[in-house]
């Protein structure tokens, strides 16, 4: 057995978990090779691993049948039901009882683009970036409600130290930076297909990010919750960096939540047609919620019908959720909080090549099985969701800037806005607007190809 000072202890639990071949080009390492080595293994839980290795994967929870939702308002009464609930949001957001929550730990290579993917230019006048358009959101809902909302920014090791130069050099997007908080995705090793550790150097275990899931565990180990709990903040709007359309502070859907006393709430969009990749909210015989990917659905459930010929499971994920603080406190108190998915891959490791390996992921969804006090609210794709994935084609930068103009556009025919035919393409900036009644009515927009209404940052 080797040694090294002050990490014998670390040594012993390789060994003991026979994990030594991690040890190979030992005699070849410098003193400070070593050591790091011996502090990545540090790191390593492995009795986690082990777990992993011989039971990782969700757990089933068998057959299921569509999840119930609040459908969009229709009659009288159910427009004044979610009146009711935006004034119960409103009240919540003006007590400072809200914090935003993104997801941004991704990089922009799928789009072309080198860098953090909320640098991506995706403004279709002014090119505001994904982390701009973000941040102008969340100033612009706390000059409205009159309260400071903390941004909690989930990063990754990949793209961290890039983030945070971006939001110092853009001075937090007018917010406070002491109400800014980033900090990185937590990491976890993957394993060969014998269930050992992969190095991707002679001194560094290979790791990867433990996927969105992960981002709720990740509040815990960074002190953000400790952080919310000190300022008193009891929802958290979750959301993920792509979707420029998402409306983050709406007090609507935090209306619906604190009325039901959920532990999670989550919006729904109805599928754009039977074969859309995307997740779809159901209900286990249980009675517990969760959602089921596109490419486990059999493809019988895919194009189901009702009586009335409309899709039966057409209740999209479009990965917007809110979560109750307490809640999240309780379910991060254990590693295995939330189910790990087991994916085998392709894994570049030390001494060139390829393997086949195992990388293990949370996902976030997961946790909507974990407790029976949930909210589904149906929203419209056209006002809430435009993400951007890909380079072409769907849920690209040209579908979602398309979007953003028709949105904008139809902002302003509500308001008996003039539009020039000679306009192209419209951008509202969210410090100018956050919806249709900012808008003044009856505004007339100049005769140029390109407008963009735009407020200062005060």
């Known amino acids: 057995m080797i040694s090294f000072r002050g990490y014998d202890d670390v040594i012993k639990r390789v060994y003991d978990n ?3 071949h991690v040890f190979a080009s030992w005699d070849r390492l410098g003193p400070g090779q070593r050591e790091s080595l011996l502090k990545d293994l540090a790191d390593v839980d492995f009795g986690l691993m082990k777990k992993l290795f011989t039971a990782a994967g969700a757990p089933s929870h068998g057959s299921y049948r569509p999840a119930p939702f609040i459908p969009l308002p229709k009659t009288p009464a159910e427009h004044e039901k979610f009146r009711k609930a935006a004034a119960l949001g409103e009240e919540l957001i003006r007590g400072g009882k809200i914090a935003a929550f993104i997801v941004a730990g991704g990089q922009g290579s799928r789009l072309g683009y080198e860098g953090p993917k909320g640098k991506f230019p995706v403004g279709p006048v002014s090119g505001k970036t994904l982390f701009r358009l973000h941040g102008e959101k969340i100033l612009a809902s706390g000059r409205r409600y009159g309260v400071a909302i903390p941004w909690f920014v989930m990063t990754s090791h990949a793209n961290h130290r890039e983030t945070v130069e971006y939001f110092e050099s853009e001075k937090y997007f007018g917010l406070d930076p002491r109400d800014v908080f980033v900090f990185p995705q937590n990491m976890i090793p993957s394993l060969d297909e014998k269930g050992r550790l992969i190095l991707e150097s002679e001194c560094g275990v290979f790791k990867n990010p433990d996927g969105h899931g992960g981002s709720l565990s990740a509040l815990r180990t960074s002190g953000a919750l400790d952080e919310m709990k000190s300022r008193g903040i009891t929802v958290i709007s979750y959301f993920q960096v792509d979707n420029p359309l998402v409306k983050i502070i709406d007090p609507v859907f935090i209306g619906f939540h604190r009325d039901a006393g959920a532990d999670i709430s989550s919006k729904a969009l109805r599928k754009a047609y039977a074969e859309e990749k995307v997740g779809v909210f ?7 919620l969760g959602i089921v990917e596109y490419s486990d659905m059999p493809q019988e459930k895919i194009n189901e019908r009702d009586p009335g010929g409309e899709l039966l499971y ?3 994920n479009p990965a917007i959720h809110l979560f109750g603080r ?12 939330l189910p790990y998915h087991t994916a085998k891959k392709k894994i570049a490791a030390h001494g060139g090549g390829e393997i086949t390996g195992y990388k293990f992921e949370k996902f976030v969804f997961d946790a909507l099985s974990m407790t029976d006090r949930n909210v589904i609210l149906e929203v419209l794709r056209e006002e809430e969701f435009a ?7 769907a849920d690209s930068l040209e579908t979602c800037i398309k979007l953003m103009d028709g949105l904008h556009r139809q902002w302003l025919g509500a ?18 607007a956050l919806g249709a009644d900012d808008i003044p009515a009856g505004l007339a927009l100049p005769e140029r190809e390109s407008v963009l209404l735009e407020a200062e940052v005060r």
């Open 326 to 337: 307490e809640f999240i406190e309780r379910i991060t108190s254990s590693d295995l909080s």
């Open 415 to 432: 308001r008996g806005a003039k539009i020039s035919p000679k306009t192209r393409i419209v951008e509202i900036s969210p410090l100018y």
């Open 314 to 316: 057409s209740s999209g």
């Open 282 to 288: 159901v209900q286990y015989a249980d009675n517990t």
């Open 387 to 393: 993400p951007v994935k890909n380079a072409s084609g």
């Open 18 to 20: 026979n994990q030594e």
